[in-house]
């Protein structure tokens, strides 16, 4: 009976070990197939919309952006 407790233990351990990097791997392609906006990304959005974006509209913008995650 404390040998199948310890195999259990030993699997939860195993096992969040394997999710863990299992789960980084997934987060960091995410980041690199999605990556998070910046200011560049901001005056280039702006400027498909025929406005040429002041550097304190874009700081305004990633502001409110930064507000909301």
Known sequence: MLLDILYVIIGLIVGLVIGFFIAKHVFKKQLEENPPIN??????MMS???RKPSQKQVKQVMAQMNKYR
């Open 39 to 44: 200011e560049k990304m901001i005056e280039a």
């Open 48 to 50: 498909q919309m025929g």
